[in-house]
């Protein structure tokens, strides 16, 4: 056989190899954004308040103690903290982790909120970092500041568990803000179900942009940081197709660590977060289910599109492509120290549906993108019999990437209304329409980093830029 048909074999099956698996994952995607379509329709017909559907008494019973893990957020844990305060939930408690801070993190707490050392009783039930002492505000008593030495965000959530006296906790960023109406939404599967649902998790929006005064967002958004307008077209197609879908089926690896509730019984009980990994949060709900299944308790986990959180994303290439690796080398983290749970049919749905998806598609996504991305651009520079492959394949990259994302923002517009301004969500189309050409390449490539610090064992969270959200900003049209 000479080289030209070697050739010739070799391009028809890599490029029969990339086109199945796209067209695998559009299919995948695509039925995900059905589901989530006939769930959010059945949503909008139901009476979204709370009370209306359980026994107020209920709501009484299950309060809450809301985890802050702070570590140099001077900038926005001010905000993060009066948000929390204009709740609307009948008794929580906030506890503000300082994780060992090298900036004035503590002094500012403890002077805004005129924070005192006091004693109270630790539960040293999970491992953690020591705790060098812990405050309570004279202001407001449901706010204590627990001041440890730093070891990394599960190791200050687990101190603020250790902390906590609620039977169920929150975990929110000290850089996020939520909705007034927040905790009383993403408790309400857990209300509703006398405690069958031990954790659900709410959507997270990004606030850049946005008007913010005194922990509340007053106006939401679209900037024109292209960078922050295309995570908000990520966000909407993470939360509005995958997590809806998965979740109808009880399927959810991932609830958002920025905003997420769980049962404190059943956190203690597989040990808490890991401290071993960066990705702290997908690894805990992976063990929950796994605890779960082994144990045959029937238990599941939930996600709430409407309870909504907002963060400060990253407003330059430099930050996000460190969060972009620290978050994919989380998954492949969490997914290897519970790789045993994959296509074993003794965890059932998740063995054999939810941790190959995550696995043969999340994970390994970037790597065979690149290949697409490389294989698109040789043929183009090639041409001949290779530019029919190339064109069908670079079809299938629009389909992934610009349909899905077009459906989503349209899909987000139709049931919540996040952005009401119609040329906000024009704005969003448009830019999707771009994704393609730059910005799923910069995280295929970043992602793809993600798996050389895992390669090394590097578990470095990197740090971020924070400008701050408590303040109201021109960067509008």
């Excluded at 597989?270 to 805990?284: A, P, Q, R, S």
């Excluded at 605890?291 to 400060?312: A, G, R």
């Excluded at 610009?402 to 996040?418: C, D, H, N, P, R």
């Excluded at 704005?427 to 995280?443: I, Q």
């Amino acid at each position: 056989m000479n080289s030209d048909k070697i050739l010739y074999w070799f391009n028809e099956v890599f490029s029969s190899l990339i086109f199945i698996y796209m067209l695998f994952v559009i299919v995948v995607y695509t039925l995900m954004l059905v589901f989530a379509f006939f769930q959010l329709r059945k949503d909008r017909n139901l009476d979204k308040n709370l009370e209306g559907k359980v026994n107020l008494n209920a709501v009484y019973s299950k309060p809450v103690s809301i985890i802050v893990p702070a570590y140099n957020e001077e900038i926005g844990i001010i905000s993060t903290v009066q948000s929390l305060l204009t709740l609307e939930y009948p008794q929580y408690e906030i506890l503000i982790v300082n994780d060992g801070s090298k900036d004035s993190t503590l002094q500012t707490v403890i002077d805004v909120f005129q924070m005192e050392p006091v004693f109270r009783t630790v539960q040293n039930q999970l491992p953690s970092a020591e705790i060098r002492g812990i405050y309570q505000s004279k202001l407001h008593y449901n706010i204590v500041l627990v001041d440890k030495e730093n070891g990394g965000k599960a190791d200050a959530l687990n101190a603020g568990i250790n902390v906590s006296r609620y039977p169920y906790f929150c975990s929110i960023d000290g850089d996020s803000i939520l909705s007034t109406k927040s905790l009383l939404q993403v408790m309400k599967p857990i209300v509703s179900s006398n405690g069958k649902v031990i954790a659900a998790g709410g959507s997270v929006r990004i606030a850049n942009g946005s008007e913010i005064e005194y922990g509340s967002v007053l106006k939401s958004v679209v900037p024109n940081n292209p960078i922050v307008v295309m995570q908000i077209i990520e966000y909407l197609r993470a939360f509005y197709m995958g997590r809806i879908a998965l979740s109808r089926f009880n399927l959810l690896l991932i609830i958002s660590g920025a905003f997420s509730v769980f049962s404190k019984e059943y956190t203690i009980k597989v040990g808490g977060y890991n401290k071993n990994t960066i990705g702290e949060d997908m690894e805990l709900v992976v063990r929950l289910h796994n605890y779960l299944l082994k144990n045959k308790i029937k238990k599941s986990i939930e996600f709430i599109p409407d309870p909504v959180c907002w963060t400060e994303a990253p407003d330059n290439l430099k930050d996000l492509k460190t969060q972009r690796r620290r978050w994919h080398q989380g998954l492949l983290s969490s997914l290897m120290l519970n790789r045993g749970m994959l296509l074993n049919p003794k965890y059932k749905q998740i063995g054999l549906i939810s941790v190959p998806y995550f696995v043969f598609i999340e994970l390994i996504g970037p790597i065979v993108e690149l290949l697409g991305y490389i294989y698109v651009i040789l043929s183009f520079v090639i041409g001949n019999i290779y530019l029919e492959s190339a064109l069908t394949l670079f079809v299938l990259f629009l389909i992934y990437s610009t349909v899905i994302s077009m459906f989503s923002i349209l899909l987000e517009a139709w049931s919540m209304g996040t952005y009401p301004r119609i040329r906000d969500s024009v704005k969003l189309l448009l830019y999707s329409l771009s994704e393609v050409f730059w910005f799923r390449p910069l995280m295929v490539v970043f992602r793809l980093q993600g798996f050389w610090y895992f390669i090394r064992g590097k578990n470095d969270w990197g740090s971020l830029t924070r400008s701050g959200l408590q303040k109201k900003t021109n960067d509008t049209l």
